[in-house]
């Protein structure tokens, strides 16, 4: 088993708009989050978020507390959600164990104890994308399928942008201190998410792009809404978006996404939307 993570620095919109693009993959880019038995993740001083992913193959993988948490445990003074985007798996939370097929999902509260990764199948291993922000209070653990989900249906197929978001670990569906996800899928021909673009200063966020053919790409769209700027993104890579940035993509194929949040509040709804004629 390895376990790999790095710390990522919160950047000021006046420098970002000096970012050639390099400076901005640098920054805002996760291009290794899935590897066979390793465990990888990144942590942003940007609310302190952490998103990584856990690939069991031929291993049970443990969540070590990386230096940077310092804590006995890396749940002592978090919580983190869970969302499975590949084959059937398994996490063991200290006692309790939950088994996660594909896009089933699991929040697990603040507090000490073990937690694994394991898939059921080494030849179609679990892949396991995680968020975890701090929290300062235990919520009680619960999985969330697709069942469990406020489902939104935007868009259409004439607006390229048909999608479902079905919102998982949201406070109507699971009680939590600040994180919050969710997995939006567009349907096919629909290649745009988040149109009209927004941003939410209260909250950062980070995506999450799967279902994407190996062969294809998804452009994703940041920055201030009058200074924006762009990165091409491949299948289970994610992306930091600040509060400050807006957050869209388009791409050369259907995909979904996770998103994630944490911040000052939990009121999905909290958006300051800008009209498309004013992107810059």
């Known amino acids: 088993m390895k376990t790999n993570y790095e710390v990522r620095q919160a950047s000021h919109p006046s420098d970002a708009k000096k970012y050639d693009t390099a400076q901005i993959r640098e920054h805002y880019l996760i291009e290794k ?5 390793e465990v990888n993740m990144v942590y942003s001083m940007i609310d302190r ?3 990584g992913g856990a690939m069991p193959v031929e291993e ?3 969540l070590e507390a990386v230096e940077i948490v310092k804590a006995d445990y890396f749940l002592t003074r978090r919580e983190m959600g869970i969302i499975n985007v590949g084959g059937p798996g398994v996490v063991t939370a200290g006692d309790y164990r939950y088994e996660l097929d594909f896009k089933e999902a699991l929040y697990l509260g603040r507090g000490d104890r073990e937690i ?3 898939s059921r199948e080494s030849g179609n291993p679990a892949k396991f994308y995680f968020n975890s922000a701090p929290a300062h209070r235990t919520c009680p653990d619960r999985m969330i399928t697709k069942k469990d989900a406020v489902v939104m249906e935007l868009g259409s197929l004439e607006g390229s942008n048909h999608r479902f978001i079905n919102r998982m670990i949201v406070q109507e569906v699971v009680e939590t201190c600040q994180l919050q996800m969710g997995m939006t899928e567009l349907q096919p021909g629909s290649v745009w998410n988040t149109m009209p ?3 939410h200063d209260r909250r950062m966020e980070v995506y999450f792009y799967f279902d994407l053919p190996e062969d294809q790409a998804v452009c994703h769209f940041m920055g201030e809404p009058t200074e924006t700027r762009h990165l091409w993104m491949h299948n ?3 992306v930091i978006s600040p509060p400050w940035s807006i957050h869209a993509a388009s791409a050369t194929s259907s995909y979904t996404f996770i998103w994630g949040m944490c911040g000052e509040n939990l009121d999905y709804s909290d958006q300051d939307f800008f009209r498309t004629t004013e992107i810059r």
């Open 197 to 199: 673009v927004h941003i």
């Open 33 to 37: 989050v899935m590897a066979p038995d």
């Open 236 to 238: 289970q890579q994610a």
């Open 49 to 51: 978020i952490i998103a």
């Open 116 to 118: 694994t990764f394991a």
């Open 60 to 62: 049970t993988l443990a």
